[in-house]
């Protein structure tokens, strides 16, 4: 029986090394990696000499907005910055318009999301004021629930440490990790100045947050992530409460690359949050991630706004910053340079991601596993956000060079996207929602 589509002669990587193989699709699986010479006929084939055959990555922390926010991004151009980034999996947070805390709202996501989708969609609710009134019909749509302990998911809440143990404890008992936002900055508090903003959302501020968070985790053996690290610090912190099967964390790759002295503040450039650091922190990351596995994996926060709300004054400016475009080319830049191992890029870009949220059959490239595939070219580009799928077009990485330049994604054993190309209409190709294994 022909393959129905070989991918040929490309650089495949074999226990940690790079090795010309040729890589084999079959009902959205893939079929097998195949010595050059020993491969099967195939229907359609596709020459990746000089290529990088990797698995897509998976992204879990991206607001894909839409609905009620679609002047910033919708399901259609976010899942396309998704393709053409080298994304195949993308997970969308709550704090959504409207925010997702009930089964109407997901579902009417969800349809969205199932007609406009490009690569594979999954969801994570936030939990209700009374965390007894959560909706658990949710349950077998979602992968996670989240803490955003701001407006609009967590309006009115304050997270006292009875709140917080609430929700770890309906976290835990469902057997779904609760996802954080670390932060304890009070959410009445405006910042009149540059300096007033870094001291709200401090260090300080994500430290104390997580302690929170951990000393009623350890009273109920719930499964905490704790989203986009991004102090040296809080690094230190997990490391020292470390264990796999209850801590995990994630790390941007502009708290990893970037600092904030490196920008004027002027405008909304670099403004997120978590805030940039310093460069201390940017090495104490990378040390997390790739040293003492302190750091599961990276994500993007993909949080897409509008033009004219990041280029007013900082203070004025949305926090927030386009991801999807940018994650794939700045991880195996590094990986290129000699910084990070291949190893360590497929484990917190790939298959690390799928592990936290229990998703079956992706992250790898290996028989059986679905066909969600980047072909990746090694060449030297430049970052630049006017180029971008996505609508937001306002990124710190402006003019980077980078040296990796996906070419080629396939989902589920489709071609979505190919040299600027898409292949596919929408809503035709991606799991919508991705499931977690029960
Ligand atoms: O910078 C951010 N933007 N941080 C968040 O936590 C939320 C996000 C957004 O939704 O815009
Ligand atoms: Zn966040
Ligand atoms: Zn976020």
């Given amino acids: 029986m022909p393959v129905d589509l070989l991918l040929s002669n490309g650089i495949v990587i074999v226990e940690g090394r790079e090795a010309v193989r040729s890589v084999g699709v079959s ?7 195949y010595d050059v010479g020993s491969e099967p006929a195939a229907t359609e084939r596709i020459d990746c000499e000089g290529l990088y055959i990797l698995p897509g990555a998976i992204d879990i922390h991206v607001h894909l907005r839409d609905l009620g926010e679609s002047d ?20 969308d947070m709550p704090n959504s318009k409207p925010p997702i805390l009930g089964k109407e709202d997901l579902e009417g996501k969800i349809a969205c999301a199932e007609i406009d989708r490009y690569v594979n969609v999954g969801f994570y609710a936030g939990i209700p004021k ?15 629930m989240k803490v955003y302990p701001h407006a609009p998911l967590d309006k009115g809440t304050r997270y006292t440490k009875k709140r917080a143990l609430e929700c770890m404890k309906l976290s835990a008992q469902h057997n ?37 968070f951990l000393s009623v985790r350890d009273q109920v053996r719930g499964r905490l992530h704790v989203c986009h690290v991004s102090c040296g610090t809080t690094a230190r912190l997990i490391a020292e409460n470390r264990a796999e099967e209850t801590l995990t964390a994630e790390v941007t790759p502009h708290h990893l690359f970037l600092s904030g002295g490196g920008f ?6 670099a403004k997120m949050l978590p805030p940039l650091r310093s460069p201390y922190d940017n090495v104490a990351l990378l040390e997390g991630l790739t040293k003492t ?56 870009c790939c298959s690390g991601p799928a592990k936290i949220l229990n998703i079956h059959g992706k992250g790898v490239l290996t028989q059986g596993y679905d066909a969600d595939i980047v072909v990746v070219a090694k060449e030297e580009w430049k970052i630049r956000g006017a180029d971008f799928h996505s609508m937001a077009k306002v990124t710190p ?24 190309e898409f292949l596919v209409d929408p809503g035709m190709v991606g799991r919508v929602p991705v499931r977690k294994v029960w």
């Fill in 130 to 144: 009374k965390a007894a009134d959560f909706d658990k019909t949710m349950l077998p749509q979602i992968l996670g």
């Fill in 27 to 33: 009902s959205g699986k893939i079929d097998g990696v």
């Fill in 176 to 212: 779904i990790p609760l996802l954080l936002h670390p932060d304890a900055a009070p959410r009445t508090k405006k910042s009149k100045t540059l300096s007033d903003y870094l001291l709200l959302h401090s260090c300080e501020s994500e430290v104390k947050s997580l302690k929170m």
């Fill in 397 to 420: 990485f402006e003019g980077r060079p980078v040296s990796a330049r996906p070419m080629i994604t396939i989902v589920e054993g489709n071609v979505v996207y190919d040299r600027g």
């Fill in 264 to 269: 004027t503040h002027k405008d909304g450039t």
């Fill in 72 to 91: 910033k991004e919708t399901f259609e151009t976010g899942t396309r910055a998704a393709a053409a980034g080298g994304v195949t999996t993308v997970v």
């Fill in 293 to 348: 596995c302190t750091i599961d994996c990276v994500a993007s926060d993909h949080a897409p706004h509008r033009k004219d709300e990041k280029t007013v004054s900082f203070l004025e400016a949305e926090a927030g910053t386009p991801g999807l475009e940018t994650t794939v080319p700045l991880m195996l830049t590094e990986v290129f340079k000699g910084n990070i191992s291949w190893i360590d890029y497929l484990r917190f």
